[in-house]
């Protein structure tokens, strides 16, 4: 059955220099094996497929896969998603679009900076364990004395993210194999390009793969950042520098809720066989 299809690049600064997601915009029908098959074909760090809303509040539901894994919840994924599902001619029943996923109803709404989705609560937060965190330190190639604090930052994918003192620090980072997601953040000085790097590893397959920009990490570590007077709202975040990549994440918040906003172009449109 062909079914409409856009792949859509998140958070470039540059066209094509951000995140890709596909998203079949019609998954009706489709058992999840299906979903994830065609997601381990993509290959891409997510395969999206929008259905029909459960909730009677929700404008569609999101049903999202890694190659190996569904999520609950991702954020490229979700900007993406809601920049093809616009795009495509759906028409939010308020001001602002909702998705239903496995985290739950996510808002997301048009910004100057573009598409922005409201973070959602974190499933896990807290100090981590010393053992843990030597363990991440050892396999990140990061000194014990170089690591500013660690904590749980997790909204669904797992996250546990890592602060280190600057970040030429953050792009020195030459990932082992540990078995969970690690972010790793470390600020610029003024004059930098941004307020903060990051970067995001997961496991995939026996290795560490790195993402080159990610909505889910950098929500959460706003969380934390904002929550602990780190940082102040509005920030901007890189991340992909390291893969080649100039992604800009813009953070804003205010009476507790954190708003991740970036640029959304969709590269490829068509259909696909399923």
Same mark, same amino acid.
């Given at each position: 059955?062909?079914?409409?299809?856009?792949?859509?690049?998140?958070?470039?600064?540059?066209?094509?220099?951000?995140?890709?997601?596909?998203?079949?915009?019609?998954?009706?029908?489709?058992?999840?094996?299906?979903?994830?098959?065609?997601?381990?074909?993509?290959?891409?760090?997510?395969?999206?497929?929008?259905?029909?809303?459960?909730?009677?509040?929700?404008?569609?539901?999101?049903?999202?896969?890694?190659?190996?894994?569904?999520?609950?919840?991702?954020?490229?994924?979700? +900007?993406?998603? /809601?920049?093809?599902? =616009?795009?495509?001619? #759906?028409?939010?029943?308020?001001?602002? @679009? *909702?998705?239903?996923?496995?985290?739950?109803?996510?808002?997301?709404?048009?910004?100057?900076?573009? +598409?922005?989705? /409201?973070?959602?609560? =974190?499933?896990?937060? #807290?100090?981590?364990?010393?053992?843990? @965190? *030597?363990?991440?330190?050892?396999?990140?190639g990061i000194e014990r004395s170089a690591m500013v604090d660690a904590q749980w930052v997790d909204n669904g994918p797992g996250w546990v993210a890592v602060l280190v003192a600057s970040a030429s620090e953050v792009l020195a980072v030459r990932p082992g194999f540990i078995d969970r997601p690690v972010g790793v953040v470390g600020p610029y000085p003024a004059d930098g390009p941004a307020a903060f790097e990051v970067r995001a590893f997961f496991p995939a397959g026996g290795a560490m793969v790195e993402d080159p920009v990610t909505g889910s990490l950098n929500a959460s570590v706003a969380q934390w950042l904002l929550g602990s007077g780190r940082a102040q709202a509005p920030y901007v975040a890189s991340q992909g520098t390291a893969l080649g990549r100039a992604g800009r994440v813009f953070i804003d918040g205010g009476d507790g809720s954190v708003w991740v906003a970036g640029a959304t172009v969709t590269g490829v449109e068509g259909s696909a066989d399923l």
């Open positions: 059955m062909e079914r409409s299809f856009r792949q859509v690049d998140v958070f470039g600064s540059d066209r094509f220099r951000g995140n890709p997601v596909a998203v079949v915009l019609d998954g009706e029908g489709l058992s999840a094996e299906e979903m994830q098959r065609f997601a381990n074909w993509t290959n891409l760090s997510e395969t999206t497929f929008v259905l029909p809303p459960e909730d009677p509040s929700a404008d569609y539901r999101l049903r999202i896969f890694t190659p190996v894994a569904e999520l609950p919840f991702a954020g490229h994924p979700t +900007l993406g998603s /809601a920049h093809a599902w =616009l795009e495509a001619g #759906g028409s939010p029943r308020a001001e602002d @679009v *909702v998705q239903e996923c496995g985290a739950g109803l996510i808002t997301v709404r048009g910004t100057d900076l573009g +598409l922005a989705f /409201a973070a959602p609560p =974190l499933v896990r937060t #807290g100090p981590v364990d010393e053992q843990l @965190v *030597v363990e991440i330190v050892t396999v990140m």
